[in-house]
């Protein structure tokens, strides 16, 4: 599957953004579906995930702020971030796995090319 991530962008602290990521084909259906972040300097972070029955889960620092939802219909999985801060600046990822949801990045096999996002205070 290839995956094409867009809508990062600049936001003002408290602002919001929407991540959106479309899979090839029509086939998101088939993934758990997630999202990963990495700053300038650090490691890539889990950020939220989606299983194919839906259930979402999150990073500590993302929950209240950050939703993660798919479109089966349409291919597309979508990360709608709200409140958003200064430390959420980071470029933004989505991936792709078979069968069981993980918070390890290097458990996905696909991976879209990457979205920046950029909040300022």
């Known amino acids: 599957v290839q995956l094409q991530a867009f809508g990062g962008g600049l936001v003002q602290a408290g602002g919001s953004l929407r991540l959106s990521c479309a899979a090839s084909?029509?086939?998101?259906?088939?993934?758990?579906m997630a999202w990963f972040r990495q700053a300038p300097g650090k490691e890539r972070e889990f950020v939220a995930h989606?299983?194919?029955?839906?259930?979402?889960t999150y990073v500590d620092s993302v929950k209240g702020r950050f939703t993660i939802s798919r479109d089966n219909a349409v291919s597309t999985v979508d990360l709608q971030m709200n409140n958003l801060k200064p430390e959420d600046t980071a470029v933004y990822y989505c991936?792709?796995?078979?069968?069981?949801?993980?918070?390890?990045?290097?458990?996905?096999?696909?991976w879209g090319q990457g979205t920046l996002v950029t909040v300022s205070s």
């Open positions: 991936a792709a796995k078979f069968l069981v949801p993980s918070t390890l990045w290097n458990d996905y096999n696909y």
């Open positions: 084909q029509y086939t998101v259906y088939r993934y758990v």
């Open positions: 989606i299983s194919r029955d839906g259930s979402a």
